[in-house]
């Protein structure tokens, strides 16, 4: 067998290939299994990032997830390493659900279906330089449609493994191609004509903490030839810190209810609690916006975002969350709710919107003395 990385002519570091013998009682099997191990003596990094992975999960195709990081090669902050990591499995799980049927918001929609998927993908090593999640999808697995059991026994009603990796990435690729557009001409209509191609609360979510705070993100996806005819040989996607704007305000918009009062609030957690295991989870929000609620109880859509809940607890941070508001006695709740994403420590978050009062306020004075002027029929200093 002659091992290539795929989507390369050349290895890394230069080595064309390595061959490695199959058959044991072949005559050249010793020489060819010494050159073997001398050239993988003297490449090691290669093998451990390249190869060995390669040949133990055997057909795959490859998704990478990479985060720039000012740590040292090959590492990350911690937060910021979990972040990633839940942000490339939430992707991969946003896309799986837009496999069965598109849709604005899933909430536990497709979410069994989802989870099988994820079942079958490997998660590798992380590589040097940027921090990179690397998942191992293998397209030849079959996927059950059914939520029966009896059904994956029968092998019957089946996704396989490279149909559904190929709707994440065409998901992925709609919802670039509308924060492009959004770059172009500041609209969201791209996200909400989008829809229908994959584009959904859930991706923009998860795409939001791939590029959120960061300094360049990209998602890369190699397909493995060896399985048979596949889409292209490789597909890069890039994204930035700024994106995190029109993925945050996306997000917020695919996750309305137009048949109820939805309101966005911006707040301290205060409050956390959560019942039995499985269930979504309830949390408290002190508002740090004026607003007809100071404060509210928070009844979440989909469990997943519950952990954001508790990282925003624990580091007291300021997060931004979406439901429908209903009064109920003394108290205001946020039914049906999602978490948009956190917008820093609460203090700092504090600090940057009294900064964004004050130049507002300066500015509407400047306006007043303006239209003062203009009114007693004097002229403006030049």
Excluded at 144 to 158: P, T
Excluded at 241 to 266: C, N, W, Y
Excluded at 283 to 292: N, R, Y
């Amino acid at each position: 067998m002659r091992y290539l990385p795929p989507g390369t002519e050349e290895s890394p570091s230069g080595v064309s290939s390595l061959m490695i013998p199959l058959d044991s009682e072949a005559p050249e099997f010793v020489d060819v299994m010494r050159s073997a191990l001398l050239q993988i003596s003297e490449d090691s990094d290669s093998w451990t990032r390249h190869i060995y992975p390669r040949l133990i999960v055997d057909v795959s195709d490859e998704f990478r997830f990479r985060r720039e990081s000012s740590a040292p090669s090959g590492f990350i902050d911690w937060r910021s390493g979990e972040k990633l990591i839940e942000s490339a499995r939430r992707t991969l799980v946003a896309g799986a659900k837009f496999f069965l049927s598109p849709g604005r918001h899933f909430v536990n929609r497709n979410g069994r279906f989802a989870s099988r998927y994820l079942d079958q993908v490997l998660m590798g090593q992380t590589a040097p330089g940027s921090y990179i999640v690397t998942a191992y999808a293998p397209p030849n697995a079959g996927i059950s449609l059914s939520n029966s059991e009896a059904a994956g026994l029968l092998d019957v009603d089946m996704a396989h493994g490279r149909d559904v990796s190929k709707a994440v990435v065409r998901a992925v690729e709609a919802t670039a191609e509308a924060v492009e557009h959004y770059r172009l001409s500041g609209s969201l209509s791209g996200f909400e004509a989008g829809v229908d191609r994959g584009i959904s609360y859930e991706m923009t979510q998860a795409l939001l903490g791939i590029a959120a705070n960061s300094d360049g993100a990209d998602i890369t996806v190699e397909w493995d030839s060896t399985s048979g005819p596949t889409p292209l040989e490789s597909t890069h996607f890039e994204f930035s810190g700024a994106d995190a704007e029109p993925l945050g305000k996306a997000a917020v918009r695919l996750a309305e209810d137009k048949s109820s009062r939805m309101v966005t609030l911006i707040g301290r957690v205060h409050l956390l609690a959560k019942k039995q295991a499985g269930s979504p989870g309830v949390f408290g929000v002190e508002a740090l916006t004026a607003g007809s609620v100071k404060k509210v109880r928070v009844r979440l859509a989909d469990e997943e975002d519950y952990h954001e809940a508790i990282r925003a607890h624990e580091e007291d941070l300021a997060l931004q969350v979406s439901g429908k508001l209903e009064k109920e006695g003394n108290l205001s709740w946020l039914y049906n709710a999602t978490v948009i994403r956190t917008l820093g420590h609460v203090d700092e978050y504090q600090r940057r919107r009294t900064r964004g009062n004050d130049v507002m306020a300066g500015q509407m004075d400047l306006f007043n003395a303006e239209s003062n002027a203009k009114g007693e029929g004097g002229e403006l200093p030049s």
